[in-house]
């Protein structure tokens, strides 16, 4: 474990690439939990 909190940049430009990937391809469910949440809605199929 002595590589952790040791981030090379490419590992950082990979957890950004990620990251962004994630938020294109769930951006409906992710912006419909969080307008759920404001709304109280909290348990429903948006929300986990």
Request: charged fraction near 20%; hydrophobic fraction near 50%; glycine fraction near 6%.
């Amino acid at each position: 474990m002595s590589h952790v909190g040791k981030n090379s940049s490419w590992e950082i430009i990979e957890y950004l690439v990620n990251l962004t990937a994630y938020f294109i391809v769930g951006y409906k469910v992710l912006a419909k939990a969080v307008r759920n949440l404001f709304r109280g809605q909290l348990f429903d199929e948006n929300f986990f």
